[in-house]
């Protein structure tokens, strides 16, 4: 009995992250390009109690172990960067990813980091950044005079100054890639960093090479399915409320056993 009060107890701690991180999905159902996680679990340790294949007598070789498991822990969350519903906002800087790819932005301490938030502005200095002030790496710099912006889907930026008739090129967005996007470390701020799960990031141009391609006049929203997360919030709850009842069982049976008399 003490082990099936340990193991319903691991139980309880799993649904309760899992609840934790279809809360935080729900929380983040409108936010730019956020990307829906969740918990992968794995069972733990077995005890043998008796080992198969044992030799009691001729012909008689035991065809299974008696194993009893001790509950589930979690090993992971996997984040799903499958594609966001794209939505029109009429904002020249915003833009979408329809596609592979990331974003490469500068952080404050020189460092890389990866956005599908493609929600940017431009700063005092006329360089194109992010609504935090990430820089993107491309560190495009519309010159003074800007009267019109205009970007291709292969991310070819164009301006049009005061006084010109023809738009003149000043540069293109390059994008990122990853052999394994899930395992990105998430830093806040829609930012993610690399890691050594996964890979270094391929570097490219939209539309070459497998790379998305750019829409402007757009942002991506989360591709979280809030149907679903209700659906698994009330999974995660039963399986909560089973676990505790097998608890509450537990708890009963050693009860009884402590009232035997003789």
Known sequence: MIRALRTAALGMSAQQLQLDVIANNLANVNTTGF??????????LY????S???????????PANLQIGLGNRAVSTFRSFAQGAVTETGNALDLAISGDGFFQVLRPDGSFAYVR?????LNAEGFIVTATG????????LPSGTEDIAVGE?????VLLAGDVEPQEIGQIELAKFVNPAGLKSLGGNMYEETIAS???IIGFAGEDGFGTTIQGFLEKSNVDVVQEMINMIIAQRAYEINSKAVKTADDMLAVANNIRR
């Open 35 to 44: 990307k829906r996680s969740s918990v992968e679990f794995q069972d733990v």
């Open 47 to 50: 005890e043998t109690i008796v």
């Open 52 to 62: 198969g294949g044992g030799n009691g007598g001729p012909n008689q070789g035991k």
């Open 117 to 121: 938030d493609g929600s940017f502005r």
């Open 134 to 141: 990430a820089r993107l790496a491309s560190e495009l710099n």
């Open 154 to 158: 292969d991310g070819v930026v164009r």
């Open 199 to 201: 890979g270094q990031p």
